[in-house]
């Protein structure tokens, strides 16, 4: 009887060994590593942001940089003339120095926060686009996994960033090579 369940068992290891034989082999998983960052400024989306956001805010940069100008102008002509001027004169234009600087420094900090909101805006809007042409390139490449931040060492074998900003690059600047237009009401910064 023995016998009998030591050969049924040799059989049923011996076809269990065929079965697995048969069966294929597990691929190694296919893994990627791309470098959002150099996505993000080297691909001609981001280029197009970044001149549309110039080309939107260097206007009022310009404005704020002759009412500095402005100011300092003011501030030598006082210091130069400030002896020979009447009280009254000298008073009145360190006044309008005071008020200019106040003017100037808020004009300056509604800027920061309008090209700030802004400028999280668009990256917001670009960091989709490329997630988005990431996802695309890695199915299209049958890859199983792909890393971005964190990563604190791969091998070039594994980097898609070259792919990735071709695809970018093939599709030119998209909707973002457009001028932005301003925003009409200052939008809340994305964290």
Same mark, same amino acid.
């Given at each position: 009887?023995?016998?009998?369940?030591?050969?049924? $068992?040799?059989?049923?290891?011996?076809?269990?060994?065929?079965?697995?034989?048969?069966? /294929?082999?597990?691929?190694?998983? @296919?893994?990627?590593?791309?470098?959002?960052?150099?996505?993000?400024?080297? %691909?001609?989306?981001?280029? #197009? $942001?970044? +001149?549309? $956001?110039?080309?939107?805010?260097?206007?009022?940069?310009?404005?704020?940089?002759?009412?500095?100008?402005?100011?300092? *102008?003011?501030?030598? @002509?006082?210091?130069?003339?400030?002896?020979?001027?009447?009280?009254?004169?000298?008073?009145?234009?360190?006044?309008?120095?005071?008020?200019?600087?106040?003017?100037?420094?808020?004009?300056?900090? +509604?800027?920061?926060?309008?090209?700030?909101?802004?400028?999280?805006?668009?990256? %917001?809007?670009?960091?989709?686009?490329?997630? +988005? +042409? =990431?996802?695309?390139?890695?199915?299209?490449?049958?890859?199983?996994? =792909?890393?971005?931040?964190?990563?604190?060492? *791969?091998?070039?074998?594994?980097?898609?960033?070259?792919?990735?900003?071709?695809?970018?690059?093939?599709?030119?600047?998209?909707?973002?090579?457009?001028?932005?237009? /301003?925003?009409?009401?200052? #939008?809340?910064?994305? @964290?």
């Amino acid at each position: 009887m023995k016998r009998l369940i030591s050969s049924k $068992m040799m059989i049923w290891a011996i076809a269990a060994g065929a079965t697995l034989v048969a069966l /294929p082999a597990f691929a190694e998983p @296919k893994i990627g590593v791309v470098d959002a960052t150099r996505l993000l400024e080297e %691909s001609p989306q981001g280029k #197009a $942001m970044g +001149e549309a $956001m110039r080309a939107e805010f260097a206007p009022r940069q310009r404005t704020l940089q002759a009412q500095e100008q402005a100011l300092k *102008s003011k501030q030598e @002509k006082l210091q130069k003339d400030g002896a020979t001027m009447s009280e009254d004169q000298r008073q009145r234009t360190e006044k309008e120095l005071r008020d200019g600087g106040r003017d100037l420094q808020r004009a300056t900090g +509604e800027f920061q926060d309008d090209v700030s909101a802004r400028r999280n805006e668009e990256l %917001s809007r670009l960091q989709r686009t490329i997630i +988005e +042409e =990431v996802r695309t390139y890695a199915k299209a490449q049958n890859y199983d996994l =792909v890393i971005s931040d964190g990563v604190i060492y *791969s091998t070039s074998q594994f980097d898609i960033t070259p792919g990735v900003l071709a695809a970018l690059q093939a599709k030119g600047g998209g909707a973002s090579a457009k001028p932005v237009p /301003p925003a009409t009401t200052p #939008a809340t910064p994305k @964290k």
